[in-house]
């Protein structure tokens, strides 16, 4: 089955030349197209995580692309394959599948826009781009995809071209991701100069022999810019909530399955790299905390429906790199795979409540559940799961990564851990209570969306529900094996529970959903009173701590100081050398020029004159 | 007594009637004859100082009769070049005959 690999992202591809060059004029055929086409892949991709199941073997199958020699010696090979192992099929697994769940909504939701095939084109190459990453054998390969994704991005961001918000979104997503690539380009390059390869099967068995050196350091570091900038993490956040700029189905597929999922993949598929420097995973533990803890604080004040959740994936995808950096693979991308369900469910229900109210602001919402009752109560189990509450598949992988956080002696962390799980619960059923339940607050005509849009949300939500079980103690008792046996670094785990860290966070969860509840649904307390007691706060807050004003700032004085003095250097300096030379030249000719009048007789005069001066002189 | 200062004085004021002509005439023809001048004052010098100075040779007067004949053909070619910008032109002012400028 392995052998057959290749196709999961030639799939996608292939449907996105067919849409560019036949159907780009038949509209619903262009989406028939995609989303069939990715439905092969996500065959393609059950059938060999099934296989992988049964048989755990790594196989790997590559071309040497180009080959570079100087002096008959094999400088540079870059190769082109794929790398099947259980990491590479679960993340086919999850990409192929939420993307082909978005592809169906977007059916739906895209109906009579514009640019309706060129919509499903650029989703079939982005699929394309995140699945040639996640076979990728060896980081070139990796990179090139990796930025194709980051093309993609910035295609589907700045969808909506025309409006100059979503243009600038998907500019800054660019540019910042431009920086964090660099880290990792340079990184990249440094592993090939070091260790000479850039395969990731032959660099694991370099880099297992040396520890916590200098080189690795380094490189460890340098590598993880680019998923610090792909996942958002601080200080690159900035360009995630702006995101949603572009179409919704869109935010559900980069929030879930493809741009910020590419990041943690990345961490999980180098680990022997980052695992192999103790700072360097605490480097990666630390800021996966703090963006955790940073996110979740901004998103209890935001007013947008689609910012709530973005800030929410930041805090999410903080917590997976937490996961990651104190040392647990299997935790990281257990909630990576809960989190792609619940959070695309999440984006694709915010979508359906957008489709039929026409307003993103919560405020104007209310009243909803007997409008959209399937929109709204897989909503609900969503962010159920995300809140983590028992048990839905948020329990699980929160569970997990608490559990592991306490086990590696992070504590300081833990207890983070434990506070963004209540803060999570808090701003969710904040959402929940204000947007979906209680008055309606404004005059707005919502209604249920068509099936196209319901079945991928209904798929989701019995997913988010079931997704978290494949690593309980009861389906390794069942079957033999769980997540945690099956995708793992160095050592498998049974998985276990252990109920006062699991009660410690249920409680959690289930008091942010309380003081929610008390506040938004019941309104013993005032929220408004409470914003304006903590005014200094709340204006912090709504403003995303002014992150984004101080790089504009930053980036506005530095940039125009640094312009202004690349364009004194040039226009004074260089062209004034170059300029002046030719003026000088010219100035010379224009008073050469009168000489030579072309006046025979004045030509004469001089002629005379000279032989008059030179006679006077050799007289005397 | 004539002697030779006076020739040489006729000639200096015969040449330098000729420079004043070619310098200052508008008149191609005018400068032609200014050159003549010029060339006669010339002839007369070279005379003057074949008899004063070395009555027995001629090379004098030989060096004289070469520069008429030489200056036969020059003003035939002159007023030639004359004759033909007269006809492509309709001038004979020398000002401005000036399409050698560019």
């Keep these: ?620 | 007594m004539i002697g030779l200062s006076h020739y040489l004085f006729v000639a200096a004021a015969l040449f330098c009637i000729g420079v004043y002509g070619v310098l200052t005439k508008k008149n191609a023809i005018a400068v032609v004859m200014g050159i003549e001048f010029m060339l006669n004052a010339v002839n007369i010098n070279l005379i003057a100082f074949n008899h004063f100075m070395a009555p027995n040779h001629v090379i004098g007067q030989l060096f004289a009769i070469f520069i008429i004949g030489v200056a036969a053909a020059e003003v035939s070619l002159g007023l030639a070049i004359i004759l033909s910008l007269y006809r492509q032109r309709h001038l004979v002012a020398i000002d401005e005959m000036d399409i050698l400028k560019w």
């Design chain 1, 1 to 620: 089955m392995d052998q057959f690999a290749w196709l999961i992202p030639t799939l996608p591809l292939a449907a996105f030349l067919i849409i560019v060059a036949l159907t780009y004029r038949f509209k619903l055929l262009s989406a028939i197209v995609a989303t069939s086409f990715s439905l092969g892949s996500l065959i393609l991709a059950i059938s060999i995580l099934i296989q992988k199941i049964q048989n755990p073997k790594t196989t790997e199958t590559f071309i040497n692309w180009l080959t570079i020699t100087a002096n008959q010696q094999t400088v540079l090979t870059l190769q082109m394959g794929y790398l099947i192992d259980p990491l590479a099929a679960v993340m086919c697994l999850i990409v192929t599948l939420i993307a082909t769940l978005v592809l169906l909504y977007s059916i739906g939701y895209m109906k009579g826009d514009e640019g309706f095939s060129r919509y499903f084109a650029y989703i079939s190459l982005f699929t394309f781009s995140m699945l040639g990453l996640v076979i990728s054998n060896n980081y070139f390969q990796t990179f090139v995809f990796w930025e194709l994704v980051g093309l993609c991005s910035y295609l589907l961001i700045g969808f909506w071209f025309f409006k100059p918000e979503a243009a600038d979104a998907s500019k800054k997503a660019f540019i910042t991701n431009r920086w964090a690539d660099f880290g990792f380009l340079v990184g990249i390059i440094g592993l090939f100069t070091v260790f000479g390869s850039f395969n990731f099967t032959e660099l694991s068995a370099v880099i297992g022999l040396h520890q916590n050196t200098l080189v690795l350091l380094i490189l460890g570091l340098l590598v993880f810019l680019g998923p610090m900038g792909k996942s958002a993490m601080f200080p690159f956040h900035v360009w995630l909530p702006d995101a949603m700029e572009g179409p919704t189905p869109i935010s559900a597929l980069i929030h879930a399955a493809t741009m910020v999922a590419a990041g943690i993949y990345l961490v999980a598929r180098g680990y022997i790299l980052f695992a192999s420097v103790d700072s360097v995973m605490i480097v990666i533990a630390y800021i996966g905390g703090f963006t955790a803890l940073f996110a979740a604080t901004i998103a209890l004040v935001q007013r947008d429906i689609k910012r709530i959740l973005a800030f929410s994936t930041l805090s999410q995808l903080g917590y997976m790199m937490m996961a990651l950096g104190v040392g647990s693979m299997t935790s990281g991308m257990f909630h990576l795979t809960t989190h792609a369900f619940f959070k695309a469910l999440l984006f694709l229900g915010a979508g359906s409540i957008i489709h039929a109210v026409h307003d993103q602001d919560i405020f104007n919402m209310g009243g909803l559940v007997k409008k959209m009752p399937i929109t709204v109560w897989t909503f609900v189990i969503g962010s159920l799961a995300l809140s983590g509450i028992f048990p839905l598949a948020g329990f699980w992988s929160k569970d997990e990564i608490l559990t592991v956080t306490l086990q590696h002696h992070f504590t300081g962390l833990f207890i983070l851990g434990t506070l963004v799980a209540f803060l999570t619960a808090f701003y969710m059923f904040r959402l929940i209570f204000i947007a979906l339940f209680g008055d309606k607050r404004s005059n707005h005509h919502a209604h249920e969306s068509s099936w196209t849009m319901t079945l991928p949300l209904l798929i989701l939500a019995i997913l988010s529900i079931v997704a978290g079980l494949v690593n309980t103690p009861w389906f390794y008792q069942w079957t033999g094996m769980s997540f945690s046996t099956f995708l793992f670094f160095k050592e498998p785990e049974i998985p276990v529970i252990h109920w006062s860290i699991a009660g410690l966070s249920s409680l959690a969860a289930l008091g942010g959903i309380f003081v929610a509840w008390i506040i938004y649904a019941k309104q013993h307390i005032s929220a408004d009173k409470l914003a304006e007691r903590f005014k200094g706060a709340h204006t912090l807050l709504l403003n995303k701590y002014y992150i984004d004003e101080l790089y504009g700032w930053v980036f506005n004085k530095g940039m125009i100081g640094l312009g202004k003095v690349f364009n004194f250097i040039d226009h004074t300096l260089i062209d004034g050398f170059f300029d002046g030379t030719a003026t000088l030249i010219r100035s010379t000719g224009i008073q050469l020029r009168l000489f030579q009048t072309g006046r025979l007789q004045q030509y004469a005069l001089v002629l005379f004159v000279a032989i008059a001066a030179m006679t006077i002189w050799g007289v005397r």
